[in-house]
C-alpha cells in the first residue's frame, strides 16, 4: 500500500512539475504584453510616476496590503485614487495574467 501511494504521489509531483510551469509561463508572457499595453506608461519599471511612494515593488506592495493576486486583480479591475479602472477594457484572464506578472516581477526585484 504504501508503494502504491509513493508512486501516486511521484506521478502528481512529475505532472505538477512538467504541465504547471509551462502554464504559468503563459500567463506571465501574457501578463507581460498586458502590463506594457496597459500599465507601463505609469508603473514603468516597477515605479509609480503618480505617487512615486506607492510603486509596484514588494515591499510597498506588502506595506499597503497589496502583495496577493486577489488584491491586485480588485485594484486593475477597480481601480482606486488616481489609478483608472480597467475592468471595463480588460476581460479576468487578462487581469489574472497581470496580476501574476506584476507578483512576479515584484519578487525578481523589477
Same mark, same amino acid.
Given at each position: 500500500?504504501?508503494?502504491?501511494?509513493?508512486?501516486?504521489?511521484?506521478?502528481?509531483?512529475?505532472?505538477?512539475?512538467?504541465?504547471?510551469?509551462?502554464?504559468? =509561463?503563459?500567463?506571465? $508572457?501574457?501578463?507581460? @504584453? *498586458?502590463?506594457?499595453?496597459?500599465? %507601463?506608461?505609469?508603473?514603468? &519599471?516597477?515605479?509609480?510616476?503618480?505617487?512615486?511612494?506607492?510603486?509596484?515593488?514588494?515591499?510597498?506592495?506588502?506595506?499597503?496590503?497589496? =502583495?496577493?493576486?486577489? $488584491?491586485?486583480?480588485? @485594484? *486593475?479591475?477597480?481601480?482606486?485614487? %488616481?489609478?483608472?479602472?480597467? &475592468?471595463?477594457?480588460?476581460?479576468?484572464?487578462?487581469?489574472?495574467?497581470?496580476?501574476?506578472?506584476?507578483?512576479?516581477?515584484?519578487?525578481?526585484?523589477?
Amino acid at each position: 500500500m504504501k508503494l502504491k501511494l509513493a508512486y501516486v504521489f511521484n506521478v502528481l509531483f512529475a505532472i505538477a512539475l512538467f504541465i504547471v510551469p509551462p502554464a504559468i =509561463a503563459a500567463d506571465l $508572457a501574457k501578463g507581460a @504584453q *498586458v502590463f506594457s499595453s496597459n500599465c %507601463a506608461a505609469c508603473h514603468i &519599471g516597477g515605479g509609480n510616476v503618480v505617487n512615486g511612494a506607492k510603486t509596484l515593488r514588494k515591499a510597498d506592495l506588502e506595506q499597503y496590503g497589496m =502583495a496577493s493576486l486577489e $488584491a491586485i486583480q480588485m @485594484q *486593475v479591475k477597480n481601480g482606486k485614487a %488616481a489609478m483608472p479602472a480597467f &475592468g471595463s477594457r480588460l476581460d479576468d484572464e487578462q487581469i489574472e495574467a497581470v496580476a501574476a506578472y506584476v507578483l512576479d516581477q515584484a519578487e525578481k526585484g523589477w
